[in-house]
């Protein structure tokens, strides 16, 4: 959610930002700068017409001790009741103006959360503005892997070898599934293990969170109300509450914290989860695609961040260099790419993915998308962190990054891999997850 308070200062600044995002929200920015002032101007009318009343009510007290003294004097109080009967019909009349106001004041507040949770986040100023034709590449490492033979194709890899049994998978769960068998499920398990292992070393706490989350949990992260169609939602016939699959950790991770003031001194939290996700759209239908590059149910390790806003900087690079350590571990070539302002997600002010090579699709696949979303989130959540100096609370600043993504991971180890035979070699530093193996041969 962006600040009320920038909108209100730079609304032009505002929609120039979002229009750099490939986003028009010129009709909803002056929609909630009308709303705000309508907001405010009820809330004024509301608590005059408050005190009024309570000014009436003192009026009242002093106009019942005048009639009681009248009365034991034996004097005439058909004044002081005439009084008494008009202020009461005041008090009525003010009473069903401030309930007339408080229900209109209800419906534009809910119309200004409504209009407030539909602006995506600002981009960072540096980004070009504009789609995925203005993503910047910033580094690459390695070198584009070359075969002395005709390469296959993962699927027909994963089939040969017996590792992953596609046919089945559709059964057991329709187009966009399949299942891991034998040494191909021990080898995903054996990634999963390499990049927990790799982040515990770092000091980043292991988190295992629900894969049922409910509904202000996609709100917090900046996926609902807008996407809420994308993901698979869940029915219980004795629970009203929303829940749905959680298609990222980041969340479950985002929401944590939720509506908690954390201390100074807790941050920066650096946290990881290992979870399936789940989504609805399984992708293209290109025959290039075809496989496990996209899916409905894949696995993921998520990298989190909370922290101060003056130290996002620092770990957003941090988040960055893990992701590509990971990748440069496993021996793959790749890029590091720096995404415009339209092609990040609506959530984030920046994102940086690594992408890598994956042979039988000739070009560069996303297997981690590093994101900074400043205190877009935080505001959504509520998640705050009280200033030391100051005692004041402030919204902390959270970030996220894959760390990493198997179901692209997987394709590319297999196929940059291969060997003549159809043989695969096991990358190094998974060997010790697999008993020794080196090699993974045709039975």
């Not at 507040?109 to 986040?121: D, F, G, H, K």
């Not at 075809?290 to 988040?319: C, I, W, Y």
Request: one cysteine or more.
């Amino acid at each position: 959610m962006l600040d009320i308070k920038r909108i209100k200062e730079d609304p032009q600044g505002v929609k120039a930002a979002l229009r750099a995002k490939e986003v028009d929200c010129d009709a909803t920015i002056d929609k909630i700068l009308v709303l705000d002032e309508q907001i405010r101007g009820l809330k004024t009318a509301s608590e005059g017409k408050t005190a009024q009343k309570n000014k009436l009510a003192k009026e009242n007290g002093k106009l019942f001790g005048q009639k009681k003294a009248a009365e034991r004097r034996g004097e005439d109080v058909s004044g002081l009741e005439a009084a008494i009967a008009a202020n009461n019909a005041q008090s009525i009349q003010l009473d069903r103006d401030v309930a007339d106001q408080i229900a209109q004041l209800k419906a534009l507040s809910e119309e200004y959360r409504t209009a407030m949770l539909s602006l995506p986040n600002l981009p960072d100023p540096d980004l070009l503005p504009g789609g995925k034709e203005n993503n910047q590449p910033l580094r690459y490492f390695g070198q584009p892997h070359t075969f002395d033979f005709e390469p296959k194709h993962h699927v027909d890899l994963c089939a040969g070898l017996g590792l992953i049994d596609y046919e089945r998978g559709v059964k057991l769960a329709g187009a966009g599934n399949w299942m891991y068998t034998g040494m191909g499920a021990r080898l995903e398990w054996a990634l999963l293990n390499y990049f927990i292992d790799t982040h515990i070393a770092d000091g980043y706490d292991f988190i295992l969170p629900p894969h049922m989350l409910e509904y202000q949990c996609g709100e917090t992260a900046g996926q609902f109300p807008k996407f809420a169609d994308e993901v698979y939602k869940i029915a219980n016939p004795t629970d009203e509450r929303v829940h749905y699959m959680l298609p990222t950790a980041e969340a479950a991770l985002c929401s944590i914290y939720r509506d908690e003031i954390l201390t100074e001194a807790d941050l920066p939290k650096k946290l990881f989860a290992y979870t399936p996700c789940f989504r609805r759209e399984a992708g293209s239908h290109r025959a290039d695609e075809r496989g496990m590059v996209r899916g409905h149910q894949f696995n993921k390790v998520e990298m989190f961040q909370f922290t101060r806003p003056e130290d996002s900087d620092a770990a957003f690079d941090e988040l960055v260099t893990k992701a590509e350590a990971l990748v440069k571990g496993l021996g793959f070539h790749f890029r590091t790419v720096k995404l415009a302002a339209g092609d990040c997600s609506a959530s984030m002010a920046r994102t940086y993915d690594i992408e890598i090579q994956i042979p039988s699709m000739n070009g560069y696949k996303e297997v981690s998308s590093v994101s900074n979303a400043r205190d877009y989130q935080a505001r959504r959540g509520n998640i705050r962190f009280r200033r030391e100096a100051t005692g004041k609370p402030e919204f902390v600043h959270t970030l996220n990054g894959s760390g990493l993504a198997t179901s692209r991971i997987f394709p590319a180890m297999v196929e940059q891999n291969q060997r003549a035979d159809g043989s695969i070699v096991v990358p190094e530093v998974l060997r010790k997850y697999l008993g020794g193996l080196e090699v993974i041969e045709k039975k």
